[in-house]
């Protein structure tokens, strides 16, 4: 059985003044919302940083279960 999510607690990362999720903490270049990731001020787990602190387009497309394929 293939959970649906490789985990809950997906890596954030800290760009500007917003968390966005990613899938990939060195190798993603953009956000799940499209935001490009130009610079990385920090990483963290989403359940660290609080999903009220995250950006919510990518919190939105975390937690809806279509996946959507760049
Ligand atoms: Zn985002």
Not at 1 to 25: A, F, K, Q, Y
Not at 35 to 46: C, F, M, P, V
């Amino acid at each position: 059985m293939t959970p649906r999510h490789e985990e809950e607690n997906p890596v954030v990362l800290l760009t500007g003044n917003t968390w966005h999720i990613v899938e990939h903490s060195r190798r993603s270049a953009a956000a799940l919302c499209g935001q490009t990731i130009g610079e990385r001020r920090a990483h963290a787990r989403l359940k660290q940083v609080g999903a009220a602190n995250m950006c919510p387009r990518c919190l939105k497309l975390f937690q809806g279960d279509e996946r959507r394929d760049a």
